[in-house]
């Protein structure tokens, strides 16, 4: 059984397309997050939803949005893709609000823009 | 601006030897401090972590070390093995940040047999 499932997994567009990514958690956790990992593998947060409210939101563009139908579901949608969206993006989520909870990761989705 | 700064990029240790990773932080009001595995193709793991209340703290062949005046970590990999291969990751949280990890960089870490 995979705890955090994304699809999918690998994802080729090209620029000015729009496509969604689908994470679901069987865990039971409140909350869920999108990193993103770049080319030299640095990951950084994106968002990160609790009961399904935004509670993070770095600087990210807005072209990037993401939605939670329910707590067990974190989608994220690109809107007019560029080639330095293409990065391999990672879907989580954890227990609760809390700083020191463990965070449980998908297999990520990569993309590549062409 | 990267608030966890880890070193080395990569490493390279023959099996059986002690693989050592640093990092080092600028927030003082970090106060969590996990290790993430991650393998080729798959998402990051998290490995062990620790609190800033302890110097040390082990599971395992896996230790952490502490060092809160210098503002700094470590991850030991004791009697490392082929099977350890893969990009470790610091990182670090505190409760103002809600549920945020910062991350280092990552090191690729190779054991060779």
């Known amino acids: 059984d995979t705890a955090v499932s994304q699809t999918p997994k690998y994802l080729v567009t090209q620029m000015g397309n729009d496509k969604s990514i689908k994470c679901e958690q069987n865990?039971?956790?409140?909350?869920m997050y999108w990193y993103k990992q770049d080319s030299k593998k640095f990951l950084k947060i994106m968002f990160s939803?609790?009961?399904?409210?935004?509670?993070i939101n770095e600087t990210v563009p807005n072209r990037f949005s993401p939605k939670s139908p329910d707590k067990a579901h974190l989608n994220l949608h690109i809107n007019s893709l560029e080639l330095g969206d293409s990065a391999v993006y990672f879907c989580?989520?954890?227990?609760?609000?809390?700083?020191?909870?463990?965070?449980?990761f998908g297999q990520g989705t990569r993309l590549t823009v062409v | 601006q990267q608030q966890v700064k880890q070193s080395p990029q990569s490493l390279i240790v023959q099996k059986g030897g002690i693989s050592i990773i640093n990092c080092a932080y600028e927030?003082?009001?970090?106060?969590?401090f996990p290790w993430y595995q991650q393998f080729p193709g798959k998402g990051p793991a998290l490995l062990i972590a620790?609190?800033?209340?302890?110097s040390e703290k082990k599971e395992g062949r896996f230790t952490i070390s502490f060092n809160k005046s210098a503002k700094q970590f470590s991850l030991h990999i004791m009697d490392s093995q082929p099977g350890d291969s893969a990009t470790y990751f610091c990182?670090?949280?505190?409760?103002?940040?809600?549920?945020?990890?910062?991350f280092g960089a990552g090191t690729i870490l190779r054991v060779k047999s």
């Open positions: 989580a989520s954890s227990q609760g609000r809390g700083w020191d909870t463990e965070a449980f």
């Open positions: 939803y609790n009961n399904k409210e935004l509670i």
């Open positions: 927030n003082t009001a970090f106060d969590y």
């Open positions: 990182a670090a949280s505190w409760v103002e940040y809600g549920n945020k990890l910062v």
């Open positions: 865990l039971g956790h409140d909350t």
């Open positions: 620790i609190r800033p209340d302890v």
